[in-house]
Nanobody
Framework: QVQLVESGGGLVQAGGSLRLSCAAS????????MGWFRQAPGKERKFIAA????????NYADSVKGRFTIYRDVAKNTVYLQMNSLKPEDTAVYYC?????????????????WGLGTQVTVSS
């Protein structure tokens, strides 16, 4: 049973924008936290952003603060990642994740559900 499906990745020039979408099943979307991670070739998967079902200020990695925005559409069971001012170092496979640990949102181990990822490539 597919729980999370990412879309919206692609090739973009540096300085451009992309919006990633993560469509979730109703059960998965009810998780306490939804997050985005990314993984570049040969590197570990890293936290990008997270948003809590209860509200509050989303969390962001320092590398994307001011450029990326995470938000959710409850009616569509979808979480988005708006990415602006993209840089070549943003190139990676981006993964959506869902979990119930609202304190450890930056750790991959705290997420129970993962999508298959979507490729984002930023050319210089």
């Amino acid at each position: 049973q597919v729980q999370l499906v990412e879309s919206g990745g692609g090739l973009v020039q540096a300085g451009g924008s992309l919006r990633l979408s993560c469509a979730a099943s109703e059960r998965t979307f009810s998780s306490s936290v939804m997050g985005w991670f990314r993984q570049a070739p040969g590197k570990e998967r890293k936290f990008i952003a997270a948003i809590r079902r209860s509200g509050g200020i989303p969390n962001y990695a320092d590398s994307v603060k001011g450029r990326f925005t995470i938000y959710r559409d409850v009616a569509k069971n979808t979480v988005y990642l708006q990415m602006n001012s993209l840089k070549p170092e943003d190139t990676a496979v981006y993964y959506c994740a869902a979990g119930d640990n609202v304190m450890g949102v930056t750790f991959t181990r705290n997420y129970e559900y993962w999508g298959l990822g979507t490729q984002v490539t930023v050319s210089s």
